[in-house]
């Protein structure tokens, strides 16, 4: 089947909505890297009263639908609230893009991820907010729902592909069920490792096929 | 359009398209013997095969044609394998080769054929060295490539002839040497009894001809046995009717590649020159991927630009109506970033950068000076949207 891009992904990739960087922004924050293809990074500048997002801006080392995601998020944060934004999931903005070929869906939890991880360095180093940082099956569970199986474009949570989590002082060990001759297996554990590795407390991690 | 995706697969010839349409329309009867129709349809696949093999310095019995050169590829190697019953058969290869030979070693893996893989340097040139400690009593075939399809290597296909055939004394026994050449022949001449090559595999789409048509050279001798069976043809390789339509769409391609090769290698080697010289001047930060000068194809450049994906980059050159390919993870189906580039030593980030430019001898000098005009602002506008800063110079 042909994959491709709809007319609404080509142009934000064309003609991206708040691509460059804020000076002296109140937060921001980098996901991905390039060693995996891509890499985001979010600032914002917040109105300390409101909590309103009042201008964001995004770069992007990746693709075509990495930049288009990037910005459609930034579209969608602008204006809101921290925790409306903090509310926006990886599948609305897909859908605000008209869908995203399965085996691009991962751009989208990066793009999310990255206005995230900016929306909580703000909670926590300007308002004091805490984070669950807590290294347990629940936690490292939740973080595996931004794993996704290329193929399908959902996550592997969610596809119930983890078998067993198990931790033994910040060495994580994953398990999960994919056929051996898969060729999506080498790059779905490099993404469990990849998530997971960056959880504090997390030591080392052990994906294993069974 | 301006189509510099040629490795994949060239736009057929007017003329080998002209062949094809004759034969469709005209001369559609199966090669048979007797009649006028018959025979003329057998006598155009004899002529198909004496152009190919004379071209390459073979017979023309040693040349059958194939639905691709992903068939011959799979006839040649697993032919070869087959055809020796041997204890714990080995297949000697490098880890640069086309998919087809690769996925032909891994299917073949689980028939208990072992694969022995040799390295290559920098440049993506085989080191022979690994190549003689390679082979042993158990190998059952050599495969190794003519032309690099991702680098552009032009790999020492002779002087590794010679290895496999000084190994073949040693051991008392031919070991049969295949080269999958369907990305070097539109620019490499290749003799297949001064390379000492047994088994050489051809793709027509490579060289203006038309798809679904491959070839395979088979060294008179050289045991490989059949892997489809069927009605009777003129090689029990290739068994049904033969696609006379394609065949003569190829033939005329070899045609028009041997009345013009060495001009058709010196216009491609020039506007190559031309699209290189003009993106180091212009872009700054990029890696030459594969080797620079002779020991490069003619038609082919591979560079990575630095600090941006090469999705984005083809995506947008796409966009313009240039047609290029890419190693970047995020092009590839199974989001795995290009292996060759991985071989030869480059990073995910590199390899995730390189675009490749393969041209043909259709290619014109204001097509290559439209590719430098549109691919250089996209390049510079990628790298200030990037999250990603070349580094600042020292000391201003």
């Given at each position: 089947m042909a994959i491709k891009y709809t007319t609404k992904v080509i142009e934000h990739f064309k003609n991206p909505h708040n691509i460059g960087i804020i000076e002296n922004a109140d937060a921001c924050a980098t996901e991905g890297s390039p060693a995996c293809g891509d890499e985001i990074t979010v600032y914002l500048k917040i109105n300390k009263e409101t909590d309103r997002i009042e201008d964001v801006k995004f770069q992007s080392y990746g693709c075509a639908s990495n930049i288009a995601t990037g910005s459609i998020i930034t579209d969608l944060a602008k204006g809101k609230t921290v925790d409306e934004a903090e509310a926006i999931t990886w599948k609305q903005a897909a859908e605000e893009l008209g869908g995203l070929p399965p085996v691009k869906m991962h751009c989208s939890v990066l793009a999310v991820d990255g206005l995230r991880s900016a929306i909580r360095k703000y909670k926590r180093d300007v308002k004091g907010i805490d984070y669950d940082s807590s290294l347990d099956v629940k936690t490292i569970t939740e973080e595996l729902r931004h794993v996704l199986y290329p193929p399908v474009g959902a996550d592997i949570i969610t596809l119930k592909m983890v078998k067993y989590i198990g931790i033994d002082d910040g060495a994580v060990r994953v398990e999960v069920s994919i056929s051996s001759d898969d060729k999506f297996l080498d790059p779905t554990i490099d993404e469990i490792v990849e998530h997971v590795g960056?959880?504090?407390?997390?030591k080392s991690v052990h994906v294993e096929n069974v | 359009m301006i189509y510099l995706d040629n490795y994949r697969s060239a736009v057929i010839a007017r003329e080998a398209w002209e062949a094809m349409r004759v034969v469709a329309l005209e001369q559609y009867a199966v090669p048979a013997p007797f009649t006028q129709c018959g025979t003329g349809s057998a006598e155009l696949v004899e002529n198909a095969q004496k152009r190919l093999a004379s071209f390459i310095g073979a017979e023309q019995n040693e040349v059958v044609f194939t639905a691709s050169g992903t068939e011959a590829i799979n006839i040649a190697i697993q032919g070869a394998v087959k055809a020796r019953r041997l204890d714990q058969p080995e297949i000697v290869t490098s880890e640069i080769e086309y998919p087809a030979t690769l996925a032909v070693c891994k299917a073949l893996e689980k028939e208990g054929v072992k694969t022995r893989i040799i390295g290559v340097d920098g440049d993506g040139f085989y080191k022979l060295d690994q190549l003689e400690s390679a082979i042993n009593e158990h190998t059952a075939v050599v495969s190794l490539m003519?032309?690099?399809?991702?680098?552009g290597t032009v790999e020492p296909i002779a002087e590794a002839g010679r290895i496999v055939d000084e190994s073949s004394k040693r051991l008392g026994r031919k070991i049969p040497f295949h080269v999958d050449y369907a990305s070097a022949l539109q620019s490499v001449r290749l003799s297949v009894d001064d390379a000492r090559v047994d088994l050489a595999s051809f793709s027509s789409n490579k060289i203006h001809g038309p798809k679904g048509v491959g070839a395979l050279y088979v060294r008179r001798g050289t045991r490989v046995t059949p892997l489809s069976f069927g009605s009777e043809s003129y090689s029990p390789l290739v068994p049904g009717t033969p696609n006379t339509m394609g065949i003569a769409g190829f033939d005329k391609a070899v045609d028009l590649l041997s009345a013009t090769f060495e001009m058709d290698v010196t216009h491609m080697r020039a506007l190559r020159d031309r699209l290189a010289v003009g993106i180091r001047d212009r872009i700054p930060y990029i890696l030459l991927n594969g080797p620079d000068g002779d020991g490069r194809a003619a038609p082919h450049l591979c560079y990575s630009f630095l600090f941006i994906e090469g999705e984005a980059v083809m995506m947008f050159l796409d966009m313009e109506g240039i047609v290029v390919d890419t190693g970047s993870a995020c092009a590839a189906a199974t989001l795995k970033p290009n292996y060759i580039l991985m071989a030869i030593g480059r990073n995910h980030e590199q390899a995730h950068g390189s675009i490749r430019f393969t041209l043909s001898r259709y290619t014109t000098e204001a097509e290559i000076d439209m590719t430098l005009d549109k691919l250089v602002p996209i390049v510079e506008r990628l790298r200030a949207q990037s999250t990603i800063r070349p580094p600042v110079p020292q000391g201003g």
């Open positions: 960056r959880m504090s407390g997390v | 003519g032309v690099n399809h991702m680098i």
